[in-house]
């Protein structure tokens, strides 16, 4: 009896310690100005370090493209991915708190007709590839995928697609690229929450856990506020906000 009592409060001791977060995140992302960059410097980095360092975990930062961070994320070599819209990917594990708000705009000529949310879908759409607006936008059955930002001004220019959608930082990249801005015009179409995607293993699980925790914690406070305010964009929260 001694010998199997000892030997439950071993395994139960053991699953305890992996529950543990590590000592560090490795976080990928695309590289998103003023966000992500590839030094550590942006709002989303600097969220992301005041939710897991002052709990004991270092933030280690690594840039690539979009698709290829999912990729580093399944094989192991990083923990979470940055940037996830709701569920986008189900062999990962996602949070319940969104942790930023992506401000998704259309860009199209500004001969164009003014799109909305409820008639986007009606227009030939671009998008870059592996975001896949067709299931977070209503009425969007198909789009079409570009590897590159760069392209985009042709396409609207010659009349291949009538709208780009994206995030407005990205957007706005592109719209700084026309030698006659004046031609284009952006629109607001929606508001989508922004996650940390995590690698489904007892690690990102204990990372999620640990996430989940902080994120209410500092919504709750207020203390993310100035870090929005510092980079000057929308705080995404109020004391009473819920995860969605």
């Known amino acids: 009896m001694r010998t199997a009592w000892l030997a439950m409060l071993l395994m139960f001791s053991a699953g305890l310690a992996a529950a543990s977060p590590p000592a560090q995140v490795r976080l990928v992302s695309e590289q998103w100005q003023a966000y992500t960059e590839a030094d550590g410097s942006g709002l989303a980095w600097d969220v992301l370090r005041k939710v897991f360092e002052p709990a004991g975990v270092k933030v280690r930062v690594q840039s690539a493209p979009y698709s290829r961070a999912i990729g580093l994320v399944k094989r192991g070599e990083a923990d979470a991915w940055v940037g996830s819209y709701k569920q986008e990917d189900p062999d990962n594990r996602y949070p319940r708190w969104h942790f930023d708000m992506d401000h998704i705009y259309a860009l199209g000529l500004a001969s164009s007709p003014v799109p909305t949310?409820?008639?986007?879908?009606?227009?030939?759409?671009?998008?870059?590839?592996?975001?896949?607006?067709?299931?977070?936008?209503?009425?969007?059955?198909?789009?079409?995928?570009?590897?590159?930002?760069?392209?985009?001004?042709?396409?609207?220019?010659?009349?291949?697609?009538?709208?780009?959608?994206?995030?407005?930082?990205?957007?706005?990249?592109?719209?700084?690229?026309?030698?006659?801005?004046?031609?284009?015009?952006?629109?607001?179409?929606?508001?989508?929450?922004?996650?940390?995607?995590?690698?489904?293993?007892?690690?990102?699980?204990?990372?999620?856990?640990?996430?989940?925790?902080?994120?209410?914690?500092?919504?709750?406070?207020?203390?993310?506020?100035?870090?929005?305010?510092?980079?000057?964009?929308?705080?995404?929260?109020?004391?009473?906000?819920?995860?969605?």
Not at 124 to 131: D, E, K
Not at 155 to 179: C, G, K
């Open 117 to 244: 949310l409820e008639s986007i879908g009606t227009y030939r759409l671009a998008w870059v590839r592996g975001y896949d607006y067709a299931r977070y936008l209503p009425n969007v059955s198909d789009g079409r995928e570009v590897q590159r930002r760069q392209g985009i001004l042709p396409m609207l220019e010659h009349d291949r697609v009538d709208f780009y959608i994206d995030a407005l930082t990205e957007v706005d990249f592109v719209l700084n690229q026309s030698p006659q801005p004046q031609r284009l015009r952006r629109t607001h179409i929606a508001e989508l929450p922004l996650y940390v995607a995590f690698a489904n293993n007892e690690t990102g699980r204990a990372l999620c856990d640990l996430f989940d925790q902080r994120m209410a914690q500092l919504v709750r406070s207020g203390e993310l506020k100035p870090i929005f305010e510092q980079w000057k964009q929308p705080y995404p929260f109020t004391t009473n906000s819920q995860p969605q």
